[in-house]
Antibody, heavy 119, light 111 residues
Framework: QLQLQESGPGLVKPSETLSLTCTVS??????????WGWIRQPPGKGLEWIGN???????YYNPSLNSRVIISVDTSKNQFSVKLSSVTAADTAVYYC???????????WGQGTLVTVSS | QSALTQPASVSGSPGQSITISCTGT?????????VSWYQQHPGKAPKLMIY???NRPSGVSNRFSGSKSGNTASLTISGLQAEDEADYYC???????????FGTGTKVTVL
């Protein structure tokens, strides 16, 4: 059974960089059939797609975050990561990692991790 | 790219059927059969319920069904049960500047 687990700091200061890692177990991140994505959800609000990455490194980002986000993959560790720079309180959210298939669908999700931006 | 439009809330009694709409444009919902639906209980991660407009992943109850007409997709829950009370989000592939977009979300209440 495929499992995804997010990890990283739960508190980030304004103007700093948010960094999270997703560890994939029960399957290979190098599968040619899938992409790997990050989605976030501010408290009490809806889902917002951040971006996707293919194991070979090609990336797709939400244009609203494009200038601040970098998603990378480490196939040796079966992990992928997200970095979001210059964060503000508006970036406070539960961040989810997920497996993505063609057609912008996410079939396996991590449990999510709350990141709070505050001084 | 704006979020797909969903009603804020839908309610129904146990055993009834309800339908949630998801309205987009010809660049997303109307242009491709890549509409998905997710169920999210409080404090939990979203769960894929429908993909490619009308397909159910293994393990999802056949009380959940999806359809599409023009720029609007729909999720129907038949034989409504207490456990169906949750938030529901649609999503679609899009050819706009982003890869895809989520809906605004609908809270389903079982009366």
């Amino acid at each position: 059974q495929l499992q995804l687990q997010e990890s990283g700091p739960g508190l980030v200061k304004p103007s700093e960089t948010l960094s999270l890692t997703c560890t994939v177990s029960g399957g290979s991140i190098s599968s040619t059939s899938y992409y790997w994505g990050w989605i976030r959800q501010p408290p009490g609000k809806g889902l917002e797609w951040i971006g996707n990455i293919y194991y070979a490194g090609s990336t797709y980002y939400n244009p609203s975050l494009n200038s601040r986000v970098i998603i990378s993959v480490d196939t040796s560790k079966n992990q992928f990561s997200v970095k979001l720079s210059s964060v503000t309180a508006a970036d406070t959210a539960v961040y989810y990692c997920a497996r993505s298939r063609d057609g912008f669908l996410f079939d396996y999700w991590g449990q999510g991790t709350l990141v709070t931006v505050s001084s | 790219q704006s979020a797909l439009t969903q009603p804020a809330s839908v309610s129904g009694s146990p055993g009834q059927s309800i339908t949630i709409s998801c309205t987009g444009t010809s660049s997303d919902v109307g242009g491709y059969n890549y509409v998905s639906w997710y169920q999210q209980h409080p404090g939990k991660a979203p769960k894929l319920m429908i993909y490619d407009v009308s397909n159910r992943p293994s393990g999802v109850s056949n009380r959940f069904s999806g359809s599409k007409s023009g720029n609007t997709a729909s999720l129907t829950i038949s034989g409504l049960q207490a456990e169906d009370e949750a938030d529901y989000y649609c999503s679609s592939f899009t050819t706009s500047s982003t890869l895809g977009v989520f809906g605004t979300g609908t809270k389903v209440t079982v009366l």
